[in-house]
Structures are given as C-alpha cells and as structure tokens.
C-alpha cells in the first residue's frame, strides 16, 4: 500500500492527468500539464513506485549530466504535483506520467487511491491522437466522461470512438467504477505533421480545459507559438504540391462537414471564452 503521511490537506481539489506515450501525439497533452507546472510553480505531492509498473528495457532510466559527470538516474514514473491557481481558491492536482508497461488495473487503483485521500472528485484526463484533420483549422477537441449528465454539463462533444485504448480510457473508465466524476478531451493532431512539439493543439486543450472546469487557464507565450507552428507547417506544405493539395483537400472536407456549427451555440460559446478573458485582465 502506498503510503500518504504528511500530504496536506487540499481545497476542492480537481485532478489534471496527462501521460506521454501513445495517447500523446505531438507531446500535446503532456506538454500542457508541464506547461501549468511551471507556471504555477506547482510542489511535488507524491510519486509512484516505478519499479511496480514499468520496464526499464522499454521505457529506460535517463542519466542526468554536469560537467561531463553523471549526477543521478531520473526513473520513469507517474508523479502527483500540487498548485493553487492565482486568484483561486481551491487547489489543481497535475498527474504528470508516462503509460505504464504493465499492471494496468494496479496502477489506476493507485491513483484512485490517491485522488481519495487527497480528495479529489473530479478529474480532467487529457489526450491527443492523430487524426485526418488540417493544421490550418481549429483544432478538434473531442471528450468523454464517466455518465451522460456529466458529458451534458460540461458541454462536451462525446467520441464515439471503439478499438484500442490507452491508459488515458483505462483511467477514466476506472474512476467511473470508483464512482468519481472524469473527464477526457482528446485534442486531434494532423497525422501528417505528427512530431512534437504541437502548440496549436497544447493550445487547445487548455482552452477547452477552461470551459469545462471554469478555471482561469494561463496561456503564456502558446498564442504566438501556435501561431509560429502553423505558419512554419504552411512553408512546408508549400514545397512539395502533393502535400498542399492533400491540405486543401482536408480543408475542404473540414469545411464541408462544419459548415452548420459556424453560428449560433459556436459563436456563442466563443463570445463567452473572450469576455471572461477580459474581465479577468481587466481585474488583474
């Protein structure tokens, strides 16, 4: 059993899990976790054991360096870091991990575990996969969640996706079990510009993030590199004809489909996003 003495005690705290590894195409989901560590200052919780859940011949230790001597071994594992959001009174766990190798159900009774004793009962998993969709559009943000009034709620446009799942679904499905509220939102990164980083869609997730959990989201320098990322992709898109005509084909098709939604709750909703947005640069 893990041992927690000497956790404190936290303040309506809500969960945001991200792991690297398959459910992190372009280091999107990953990336916003370690983007809201740094900017809340967040202090370490807690860290699981690694030997319980991963192989080290898989997922290897790394050798941290200075001045050409080798330091210490970092272990890959599943840490739990606490923040209190400026402006906020409650606190946000970051779960920042990599997918484990093995013992699957252990590893998210763990967490549960933990969430339990910190007393979490919410919780945000992040996700990105590759996906058909243009680098040029908005980023698609789908999502799910532990029951229907939840989903409902938050707004949330549910996948309705079946296959193989990563420990991203495994999570959230246990925590349903668990009888705890969770959500995902999987963020859609262009399979053909898959390698990481991704700002555009890290960009993304924390916007939609926003909304669903009502929390202020610092977005830092993300605007202007996304901005850079897309720009940067269009050059290279412009080299070679056959992937700018894929391009516009995948726009076309994007256009085509959400021609419907480019009024009414979308401009809506978009309307809302930016007053909240002034009315808390105007209170700062």
Known sequence: MIELEGLPELVDPVL???????????????GVVAHLESVWKAEPLIALDPDDYYDFQVTRPVVEMNDGLAQSIVWPTTRLLRARPPGLERDVVLLRGIEPNMRWRSFCADIIYICRELGVELAVMLGALLNDSPHTRPVPILGGATDEGLARSTNLELSRYEGPTGIVGVLQ??????GLDAIS?????????AQPPNPKATLALLRR?????E???PLGDLDEEARAWERGVDELASQDSEVAEYVKELEERKDAAELPEASGDAIAAEFERYLRRRDRDTDS
């Open 16 to 30: 945001i899990a991200a792991f690297e590894g398959w459910n992190d195409a372009g280091e999107a989901s990953s």
């Open 173 to 178: 499905h246990a925590f349903g079990q668990a």
């Open 185 to 193: 939102l999987w963020a859609s990164v262009p399979h053909y510009v």
């Open 209 to 213: 993030m926003e909304d669903v959990l």
């Open 215 to 217: 929390i202020p989201m």
